[in-house]
């Protein structure tokens, strides 16, 4: 039944729930895994007990996992309150459906409803059931370790930042105590472990002075010395794996436990955070809707507070294209950069002060109003100067006050209708539209459009659009859109969606339209709590895009609906207000009522009824960063990431056993050297074998020469053993019977008995005996050349695999038992090292304790 191992792999899998703490909001769900555990390893020693197979007993815990759950969740529908039902197994489905819409709903931590905690417990207890199966019952500790990796995958995919190093120790240490409870008991069924002189103890007899056998007339194995040896092994690579991904650069940029770290110097490095869409949709679901800052303005109506600026469109999603910072961007007691063409609009001076708050995690892009002209704050904060971003590559901004100044730029539509032309390095990057946008979308922009002559009316007209005319409705449940498709879905179709689908959506056509356009992302004002005073929650983040004018730069639109029925705090620009702009009507149409008419003065879009005047569509450049769906990749990327490490796992015996055969030919032939030109090596060989026929050697050259003209020296016994030692590994995986007693002739027979060969194999089997035996015992006398005894071992190979039955030869194949027996070398090799480390440590404390005794007699005789 193997009660103490069953234990150990459910303290493991509990140990190994520590990764999972920081998805939920509450503790709770702690004690539903907990009971999932239990069912399962009671399920897993019920079934042990009447020694059913392997399967069976992977069956019986999940099947005493089933009523734990119908127990604990559908009891109500459940017969007796445990017994599963049609209506049961119903309920246990709307509360999975259930659990599974509030995790693409909520950020994490997510709160504790019912379907939460169910696919919660559900999942511990799939990962306990996965390790019993391989601790317990198929006895391999190991590979159990791959399930409760599952358990840290997730979080570190689904959230911005990993896990602490405390729960991550806490479920290595868990894993560690697996491994050791399965030696021990592994080392206990064998008896006496030798492995040096003091590996073992006599029990003194009882009533006698002398040490003889213990009570049970065997040497008790004395494990305390491995045990010691295991732990220091475990401990020590429990601490590597927590303190060198601190310490080395780049893997933690926050330096020790978060200390800082890095530093400046002269050269580039690459910016990188989560994709800020995803972040956004985490944000707008939060259960609590938490206070992420406060602020002072001087500014009566405060303009957003943005953090990224997206300028790449990809044909599937917006992100930014990437920085690459240099110590020059760091922002000191300097202004900022000026706004890109912000030349000629009204504008001026706003000043905010910002306290952002302690709780907020991983900010390392700062909320500001757009456009900052300076900034005073500590720590190592940078500015994109294209896009007035300002960053961090170690600080974040929880915690931190800092003042800024901004420049609000409050252009008249006029003038945002009478600007000139586009700049070339505006026009390049932020008028690109990728080839595989629908050619429905382009045309829905130019009808939309219809009529307007200047840029500023297409993106009034595209405005009002989305919150007025086109029957859009603003929607948290609908997802992401991760691709074009689900784009053209939304502005043709559903036309459901927040924030993201107006802003990508709005962008988009404002670039087919030929106006330069990125998508801007933050949170809006917030709510006025007093006068000059604003608190921003995590429900006002915000996305919206930001469109650019001769003359007045990067002005903000806001295609999202307001109010009640949309974005809560968002707000419309009064130069992009149709009825403050007058009667609906648009700058420049008074005088172009239609798109026949002349079209007014100033910069106009460039599309016309023929469509936009835009440069070529191209890709974007470089590789977008992938972006989650609500919840369901991070699961996915997690799976994703176990199952390459199992496949890695997997095929390390079969590497091993490759590896070791190719290194086992090599070693025939130890020495190469550069040949004569005589025909490839030919010469070489005569000499290195002279009593050898000239045709012999002609064969050897033409089979062992390197292709680079090397010829070798070779021992014919290295050829000989190398063939036999292969024989017999591969005898050994294919699970046959090798005794070490045997001579090269008595191997051969038996198995040629045992396996009944064909005459092919029979015959390639008896010339690897016989060249074994003429390499141990007569030297002189010639061997078959190497590349013959090659192809008689894949001979005798084959023939061993088609003798025995499948499995053994699935296992030959993939998980060869020599390959195995390697690890387990080189583990006893290491405790062996540990030992003698030990040993030198006793020897130099036994050596300091007698010069410091001999030290203390010298003075006492003084």
Same mark, same amino acid.
């Given at each position: 039944? /193997?009660?103490?191992?069953?234990?150990?792999?459910?303290?493991?899998?509990?140990?190994?729930?520590?990764?999972?703490?920081?998805?939920?909001?509450?503790?709770?769900?702690?004690?539903?895994?907990?009971?999932?555990?239990?069912?399962?390893?009671? =399920?897993?020693?019920?079934?042990?007990?009447?020694?059913?197979?392997?399967?069976?007993?992977?069956?019986?815990?999940? %099947?005493?996992?089933?009523?734990?759950?119908?127990?604990?969740?559908?009891?109500?529908?459940?017969?007796?309150?445990?017994?599963?039902?049609?209506?049961?197994?119903?309920?246990?489905?709307?509360?999975?459906?259930?659990?599974?819409?509030?995790?693409?709903?909520?950020?994490?931590?997510?709160?504790?409803?019912?379907?939460?905690?169910?696919?919660?417990?559900?999942?511990?207890?799939?990962?306990?059931? %996965?390790?019993?199966?391989?601790?317990?019952?198929?006895?391999?500790?190991?590979?159990?370790?791959?399930?409760?990796?599952?358990?840290?995958?997730?979080?570190?995919?689904?959230?911005?930042?990993?896990?602490?190093?405390?729960?991550? =120790?806490?479920?290595?240490?868990? #894993?560690?105590?697996?491994?050791?409870?399965?030696?021990?008991?592994?080392?206990?069924?064998?008896?006496?472990?030798?492995?040096?002189?003091?590996?073992?103890?006599?029990? +003194?007899?009882?009533?006698?002075?002398?040490?003889?056998?213990?009570?049970?007339?065997?040497?008790?194995?004395?494990?305390?010395?491995?045990?010691?040896?295991?732990?220091?092994?475990?401990?020590?690579?429990?601490?590597?794996?927590?303190?060198?991904?601190?310490?080395?650069?780049?893997?933690?940029?926050?330096?020790?436990? =978060?200390?800082? =770290?890095?530093?400046?110097?002269?050269?580039?490095?690459?910016?990188?955070?989560?994709?800020?869409?995803?972040?956004?949709?985490?944000?707008?679901?939060?259960?609590?809707?938490?206070?992420?800052?406060?602020?002072?303005?001087?500014?009566?109506?405060?303009?957003?507070?943005?953090?990224?600026?997206?300028?790449?469109?990809?044909?599937?999603?917006? *992100? #930014?294209?990437?920085?690459?910072?240099?110590?020059?961007?760091?922002?000191?007691?300097? !202004?900022?950069?000026?706004?890109?063409?912000?030349?000629?609009?009204?504008?001026?001076?706003?000043?905010?002060?910002?306290?952002?708050?302690?709780?907020?995690?991983?900010?390392?892009?700062?909320?500001?109003?757009?456009?900052?002209?300076?900034?005073?704050?500590?720590?190592?904060?940078?500015?994109?100067?294209?896009?007035?971003?300002?960053?961090?590559?170690?600080?974040?901004?929880?915690?931190?006050?800092?003042?800024?100044?901004?420049?609000?730029? &409050?252009?008249?539509?006029?003038?945002?209708?009478?600007?000139?032309?586009?700049?070339?390095?505006?026009?390049?990057? #932020?008028?690109?539209?990728?080839?595989?946008?629908?050619?429905?979308?382009?045309?829905?922009?130019?009808?939309? *459009?219809?009529? @307007?002559?200047?840029?500023?009316?297409?993106?009034?007209?595209?405005?009002?659009?989305?919150?007025?005319?086109?029957?859009?409705?603003?929607?948290?449940?609908?997802?992401?859109?991760?691709?074009?498709?689900?784009?053209?879905?939304?502005?043709?179709?559903?036309?459901?969606?927040?924030?993201?689908? #107006?802003?990508?959506?709005?962008?988009?056509?404002?670039?087919?339209?030929?106006?330069?356009?990125?998508?801007?992302?933050?949170?809006? +004002?917030?709510?006025?709590?007093?006068?000059?005073?604003?608190?921003?929650?995590?429900? !006002?983040?915000? %996305?919206?895009?930001?469109?650019?004018?001769?003359?007045?730069?990067?002005?903000?639109?806001?295609?999202?609906?307001?109010?009640?029925?949309?974005?809560?705090?968002?707000?419309?620009?009064?130069?992009?207000?149709?009825?403050?702009?007058?009667?609906?009507?648009?700058?420049?149409?008074?005088?172009?009522?239609?798109?026949? !008419?002349?079209?007014?003065?100033?910069?106009?879009?460039?599309?016309?009824?023929?469509?936009?005047?835009?440069?070529?569509?191209?890709?974007?450049?470089?590789?977008?960063? &992938?972006?989650?769906?609500?919840?369901?990749?991070?699961?996915?990327?997690?799976?994703?990431?176990?199952?390459?490490?199992?496949?890695?796992?997997?095929?390390?015996?079969?590497?091993?056993?490759?590896?070791?055969?190719?290194?086992?030919?090599?070693?025939?032939?130890?020495?190469?050297?550069?040949?004569?030109?005589?025909?490839?090596?030919?010469?070489?060989?005569?000499?290195?074998?002279?009593?050898?026929?000239?045709?012999?050697?002609? /064969?050897?050259?033409?089979?062992?020469?390197?292709?680079?003209?090397?010829?070798?020296?070779?021992?014919?016994?290295?050829?000989?053993?190398?063939?036999?030692?292969?024989?017999?590994?591969?005898?050994?995986?294919?699970?046959?019977?090798?005794?070490?007693?045997?001579?090269?002739?008595?191997?051969?027979?038996?198995?040629?008995?045992?396996?009944?060969?064909?005459?092919?194999? @029979?015959?390639?089997?008896?010339?690897?005996?016989?060249?074994?035996?003429?390499?141990?015992?007569?030297?002189?006398?010639?061997?078959?050349?190497?590349?013959?005894?090659?192809?008689?071992?894949?001979?005798?190979?084959?023939?061993?695999?088609?003798?025995?039955?499948?499995?053994?030869?699935?296992?030959?194949?993939?998980?060869?038992?020599?390959?195995?027996?390697?690890?387990?070398?080189?583990?006893?090799? %290491?405790?062996?090292?540990?030992?003698?480390?030990? /040993?030198?440590?006793?020897?130099?404390?036994?050596?300091?304790?007698?010069?410091?005794?001999?030290?203390?007699?010298?003075?006492?005789?003084?």
């Amino acid at each position: 039944m /193997r009660i103490r191992m069953t234990i150990m792999a459910g303290l493991a899998t509990l140990a190994g729930t520590a990764g999972l703490y920081p998805l939920f909001a509450r503790s709770t769900w702690f004690w539903s895994g907990f009971g999932a555990v239990l069912a399962v390893a009671a =399920g897993g020693l019920l079934v042990r007990r009447f020694r059913a197979p392997a399967i069976v007993s992977a069956l019986g815990g999940l %099947a005493l996992l089933h009523l734990y759950l119908t127990a604990h969740f559908a009891a109500g529908e459940a017969w007796l309150g445990i017994v599963p039902t049609p209506s049961s197994l119903g309920r246990l489905g709307e509360l999975y459906g259930e659990g599974w819409d509030a995790v693409n709903r909520y950020a994490a931590p997510v709160p504790l409803v019912p379907g939460i905690a169910l696919l919660a417990a559900t999942g511990i207890g799939l990962v306990a059931a %996965a390790v019993d199966l391989l601790a317990v019952r198929m006895r391999r500790a190991a590979p159990a370790g791959l399930p409760l990796l599952a358990m840290y995958s997730v979080p570190a995919a689904v959230r911005e930042e990993s896990i602490g190093w405390f729960a991550f =120790g806490i479920g290595a240490m868990g #894993y560690l105590a697996l491994l050791v409870t399965d030696s021990r008991e592994r080392v206990g069924g064998w008896g006496r472990v030798v492995l040096g002189r003091r590996w073992t103890e006599e029990v +003194p007899l009882a009533g006698s002075g002398d040490r003889g056998p213990a009570d049970d007339g065997r040497r008790r194995p004395d494990s305390s010395s491995l045990a010691a040896s295991g732990r220091r092994i475990g401990f020590a690579a429990v601490a590597l794996a927590v303190l060198v991904p601190i310490a080395v650069p780049g893997l933690n940029p926050r330096g020790f436990f =978060g200390l800082g =770290g890095g530093g400046g110097g002269g050269s580039t490095q690459n910016v990188t955070t989560p994709d800020p869409l995803v972040s956004l949709k985490r944000e707008l679901t939060r259960a609590d809707d938490s206070v992420v800052l406060t602020y002072r303005t001087t500014d009566e109506e405060p303009d957003y507070l943005r953090l990224y600026s997206l300028d790449r469109f990809d044909g599937d999603r917006w *992100t #930014y294209s990437p920085l690459e910072s240099t110590a020059r961007d760091r922002i000191s007691s300097r !202004d900022l950069p000026k706004p890109p063409g912000l030349s000629e609009a009204d504008s001026r001076r706003v000043t905010t002060k910002v306290d952002v708050r302690r709780q907020v995690r991983n900010m390392t892009f700062l909320p500001v109003p757009y456009a900052p002209s300076r900034l005073s704050i500590d720590g190592d904060w940078r500015v994109h100067a294209p896009s007035l971003m300002v960053y961090s590559l170690r600080d974040s901004a929880g915690g931190r006050s800092y003042e800024v100044s901004s420049v609000k730029a &409050e252009p008249t539509p006029e003038q945002l209708s009478s600007g000139g032309s586009y700049p070339s390095d505006i026009v390049t990057p #932020y008028t690109v539209v990728p080839r595989n946008v629908p050619a429905q979308i382009r045309q829905l922009a130019q009808d939309v *459009t219809k009529g @307007s002559t200047t840029a500023h009316g297409q993106a009034v007209r595209l405005q009002k659009w989305f919150t007025n005319d086109g029957g859009f409705q603003y929607d948290l449940s609908a997802p992401a859109p991760q691709h074009g498709n689900d784009l053209t879905g939304f502005l043709l179709h559903t036309k459901r969606g927040y924030c993201e689908q #107006y802003a990508a959506a709005m962008a988009l056509m404002a670039r087919i339209l030929g106006i330069p356009a990125r998508v801007a992302m933050g949170y809006t +004002p917030g709510t006025q709590t007093a006068p000059g005073q604003w608190v921003v929650r995590s429900r !006002d983040a915000h %996305a919206w895009p930001e469109l650019y004018f001769p003359g007045s730069g990067w002005v903000r639109f806001e295609p999202t609906p307001a109010g009640a029925a949309g974005q809560g705090t968002a707000t419309m620009p009064s130069y992009t207000d149709p009825v403050t702009i007058g009667a609906g009507s648009e700058p420049g149409d008074a005088e172009a009522p239609n798109a026949d !008419d002349s079209p007014a003065e100033g910069p106009t879009a460039g599309p016309t009824e023929a469509g936009p005047q835009r440069p070529q569509d191209q890709g974007p450049m470089g590789a977008a960063p &992938e972006l989650e769906d609500d919840g369901g990749p991070g699961l996915m990327t997690g799976l994703f990431a176990a199952a390459l490490l199992v496949l890695m796992l997997l095929a390390a015996p079969v590497t091993v056993r490759a590896v070791s055969r190719r290194r086992r030919w090599a070693a025939a032939v130890p020495r190469r050297r550069r040949s004569s030109p005589r025909r490839d090596g030919l010469g070489d060989l005569e000499d290195a074998l002279p009593k050898r026929g000239k045709a012999d050697a002609a /064969r050897e050259a033409d089979g062992l020469a390197g292709t680079d003209g090397a010829a070798a020296e070779l021992d014919p016994g290295h050829v000989a053993h190398a063939a036999w030692r292969e024989l017999r590994a591969d005898a050994v995986d294919h699970g046959l019977v090798w005794k070490p007693s045997d001579t090269p002739r008595a191997a051969a027979r038996r198995l040629g008995e045992l396996l009944e060969l064909d005459a092919d194999s @029979s015959g390639a089997l008896g010339r690897i005996a016989q060249a074994e035996e003429l390499a141990r015992y007569s030297r002189s006398h010639p061997v078959p050349p190497a590349e013959s005894l090659r192809a008689d071992v894949r001979t005798v190979r084959e023939a061993f695999a088609a003798a025995v039955s499948r499995r053994a030869r699935l296992q030959a194949r993939y998980l060869p038992p020599t390959s195995l027996a390697a690890f387990r070398s080189a583990g006893t090799r %290491a405790m062996e090292a540990t030992v003698r480390l030990d /040993r030198a440590r006793a020897r130099l404390y036994g050596l300091r304790e007698r010069l410091s005794a001999r030290i203390t007699q010298a003075r006492a005789r003084r």
